[in-house]
């Protein structure tokens, strides 16, 4: 029942309504061996990227905060990395909710690796947009970046550490 199959023949609300169903059910294992399985089988990196996000989206949104760390951390992100630059997006967006989460539960310390890997990403991605006229640039073109930048701050604000904090910040105006 919960196969490869059922994946690659469902669209977006089915999944989703599927996906509820794991938060209902609790049976975060068997998202899991899906998506294991939807990789193993189909080689669809996108699609259990797209699971293992989806699972850490459903505990966030349960408040289970340690659980959804462990979706985006320990399997979302490294399936991301292994995807290489195409996956630059997902990689970053992975970052931003680790941050997040790693701030609200009083890690900021762990918080940084992640957040120094996002304002590389970000950096690198805002890299790839610039046309060859640097005027030609669209304030939203470094975002990415100016949002990386406050996030660093913000966590050595949170560390004691005055000088970086406001480094960051300057950075991010």
């Known amino acids: 029942m919960?196969?490869?199959e059922l994946w690659q023949g469902c669209g977006n609300a089915e999944r989703n309504q599927v996906m509820g169903c794991q938060?209902?059910?609790g049976r975060a294992t068997e998202t899991v061996w899906v998506a294991q399985n939807v990789v193993l089988y189909t080689g669809d990196f996108n699609l259990g990227l797209e699971l293992f996000e989806a699972a850490?989206?459903?505990f966030n949104e349960a408040w289970e905060w340690e659980k959804a760390m462990s979706f985006y951390r320990d399997r979302a992100l490294p399936l991301a990395v292994?995807?290489?630059n195409r996956k630059a997006e997902p990689q970053l967006q992975l970052c931003n909710k680790l941050v997040a989460l790693l701030a609200m539960l009083e890690e900021p310390q762990e918080g940084l690796d992640v957040a120094h890997m996002a304002l590389a990403?970000?950096?690198?991605?805002?890299?790839h947009?610039?046309?060859p006229a640097p005027l030609a640039c669209t304030p939203g073109d470094r975002l990415n970046e100016h949002v990386a930048y406050h996030r660093l701050a913000a966590l050595h604000?949170?560390?004691g550490h005055g000088k970086?904090?406001?480094h960051f910040y300057l950075k991010a105006l």
């Open 56 to 58: 850490g989206d459903i």
């Open 82 to 84: 292994t995807m290489g």
């Open 157 to 159: 604000h949170r560390l």
């Open 164 to 166: 970086l904090a406001e």
């Open 121 to 127: 990403l970000s950096i690198s991605l805002g890299s």
């Open 129 to 131: 947009v610039l046309t």
């Open 23 to 25: 938060q209902s059910g």
């Open 2 to 4: 919960c196969g490869p």
